[in-house]
């Protein structure tokens, strides 16, 4: 089969390797369409000891079920379905209290186990949801980063929300905004720094954006809320500088939720916290329950996985790749189609 490898630090290649077989509890999946995540893009741009090669990366993806494992009875040959990023074990302290997502041995796809960036991948049965044969592969394989998005929600739904700041614009912030805007009555304000990526926003229904290389974005929201801050402030870029003001921009009582991993250590001040009641939360992946809310809004038309997104043949891969480390205007994502979902 054909797949986008990652042979050594700082090289992509397409190359060729054997179809993988489906173990006990597994199906082999046709990958119709894979999304390319900002982490593998930081990832292969940074050397990451998380991702080490040789490794077909791909995480965020969707495709028909080839064949099962003898003991797989609930997928058979010719369903469509979607994938979840990762795999729990089912067993652990974590597991057992329902917080799968953050399973202690949980495998990531393209990390631990095969990615997507190719032809087929094997995975477990019990990481899959239906795929509507409605919605497209491309908008279907947004579903994962999506499912992150209403996760964010259900962590920040105890404050009731009226006013939401996403602090960047990429594929994470722009999908969070969509999942405040279509389970909360909060309204939404992105910040950015590219013209594009807040034109995009916009469309996709910001209440306001904040151009952050021309503004003081924390003086801006302060300005739009008496001084106060935001209910709820989410950093879906993960830089040193926007996890702290971050922080200076939420409401005493509010809540910061930390989605992005760009930058790992940061200064910035504690007393912001401890005096304001702040809450700062980290948010990680999603349930498998998060991922069906996520394809059936896509599939419903309430949240819109497509339009902004540009798509890579398998044969294209390094060079979407390529485009997206350094993207221009309206570069917000890319997705690998290597076959046509059937």
């Known amino acids: 089969m054909k797949t986008l490898l990652y042979p050594e630090y700082e090289r992509l290649e397409v190359t060729d390797r054997p179809a993988p077989e489906p173990a006990r509890g597994e199906v082999r999946l046709r990958v119709a369409a894979c999304g390319i995540c900002g982490s593998e893009l930081e990832a292969f741009r940074n050397r990451s000891p998380r991702r080490v090669p040789p490794l077909i990366m791909g995480h965020e993806f969707c495709g028909v079920v080839e064949s099962v494992a003898p003991d797989v009875e609930v997928w058979a040959p010719g369903q469509r379905v979607v994938s979840h990023s990762l795999v729990a074990c089912g067993t652990c302290v974590r597991c057992a209290r329902g917080d799968t997502h953050i399973c202690a041995q949980r495998q990531i796809f393209g990390m631990h186990r095969p990615g ?16 509507p044969g409605t919605l497209a592969p491309e908008a279907a394989s947004t579903a994962e980063p999506l499912a992150n998005g209403i996760h964010v929600v259900g962590l920040a739904r105890r404050l009731s929300p009226t006013l939401v700041v996403v602090v960047g614009a990429g594929p994470l912030g722009l999908l969070a905004q969509q999942a405040f805007r279509k389970l909360t009555a909060a309204d939404v304000v992105i910040v950015d720094r590219v013209p594009e990526r807040l034109e995009t926003a916009k469309r996709l229904g910001a209440k306001e954006v904040i151009h952050s290389g021309e503004e003081d974005v924390v003086a801006r929201i302060l300005g739009m809320t008496g001084g106060e801050g935001a209910d709820v402030v989410v950093d879906a870029a993960g830089a040193a500088w926007t996890k702290a003001n971050s922080v200076r921009a939420t409401r005493a009582g509010g809540m910061t939720v930390w989605l992005g991993l760009h930058e790992n250590t940061i200064p910035f001040d504690s007393f912001d916290v401890t005096l304001g009641e702040r809450t700062i939360q980290g948010s990680y992946c999603a349930s498998i329950e998060e991922l069906e809310l996520a394809v059936d809004m896509l599939a419903r038309g309430r949240v819109d996985g497509s339009s902004w997104v540009k798509t890579f043949s398998l044969d294209d891969g390094v060079k ?11 570069d917000i994502k ?4 290597p076959t046509a979902a059937r």
């Open 320 to 330: 979407a790749f390529e485009r997206m480390l350094k993207p221009a205007g309206d």
């Open 116 to 131: 997507a960036f190719a032809e087929m991948v094997c995975a477990p049965a019990k990481a899959l949801v239906a795929w």
């Open 334 to 337: 890319a997705v690998i189609l």
